[in-house]
T-cell receptor
Framework: SQKIEQNSEALNIQEGKTATLTCNYT??????LQWYRQDPGRGPVFLLL?????KEKRKERLKVTFDTTLKQSLFHITASQPADSATYLC???????????FGTGTSLTVIP | DGGITQSPKYLFRKEGQNVTLSCEQN?????MYWYRQDPGQGLRLIYY???????QKGDIAEGYSVSREKKESFPLTVTSAQKNPTAFYLC????????????FGSGTRLTVV
């Protein structure tokens, strides 16, 4: 069956450190992978998209990697700040290409 | 400002009632989506529409219905056939195609009382 797995446990890190979140998938062959941020009671906000032929993508303090052999994406936030505290969702293009499927998300807390 | 608006923010439904959740966008996006979010579960796709007057079922369409009569609007009806409707409902839109991120509304929290 198809699965998208993100760190099920909440991640707590100290301000200024780098946070690394993991997204693993099985039985998908996505050409695109996206990362979103979601705050409590709000809709997700799109952060980054990475294509299967891109190994790495950066945007300000964010970095995403995409390894189609390992079927894994890593999401890094460098120089983390308390304002980065949120749940982060990965989303994969479905096999029909018409929609994205979302993981359960990882809750990140950055401690001042 | 362009965006996507969901209303109401909170909705209470009695068992056996149908309710309709509103979703309006002024982004000129072709594609629109409805997801359901439950605690500990990822967003699950209910319905999506890539063009006016056309829509497709997602993974959990049973007990739900939609219409797409205008590009800007994609209302979701939760019918009495939906056995466990209490959830957080999210509407999204995109230009269409996998290279575009989704813009989400702020959600509607539906509770059955």
């Amino acid at each position: 069956s198809q699965k998208i797995e993100q760190n099920s446990e909440a991640l707590n890190i100290q301000e200024g450190k780098t946070a690394t979140l993991t997204c693993n998938y099985t039985n998908y062959s996505p050409a695109y992978l996206q990362w979103y941020r979601q705050d409590p009671g709000r809709g997700p906000v799109f952060l980054l998209l990475i294509r299967e032929n891109e190994k790495e993508k950066r945007k300000e303090r964010l970095k995403v990697t995409f390894d189609t052999t390992l079927k894994q994406s890593l999401f890094h936030i460098t120089a983390s700040q308390p304002a980065d505290s949120a749940t982060y969702l990965c989303a994969l293009e479905g096999n029909t290409g018409n929609q994205f499927y979302f993981g359960t998300g990882t809750s990140l807390t950055v401690i001042p | 400002d362009g965006g996507i608006t969901q209303s109401p923010k909170y909705l209470f439904r009695k068992e056996g009632q149908n309710v309709t959740l509103s979703c309006e966008q002024n982004l000129n996006h072709d594609a629109m989506y409805w997801y359901r979010q439950d605690p500990g579960q990822g967003l699950r796709l209910i319905y999506y529409s890539q063009i006016v007057n056309d829509f497709q079922k997602g993974d959990i369409a049973e007990g739900y219905s939609v219409s797409r009569e205008k590009k800007e609007s994609f209302p979701l009806t939760v019918t009495s056939a939906q056995k466990n409707p209490t959830a957080f409902y999210l509407c999204a839109s995109s230009l269409g195609g996998a290279i575009y991120g989704y813009t989400f509304g702020s959600g509607t929290r539906l509770t059955v009382v």
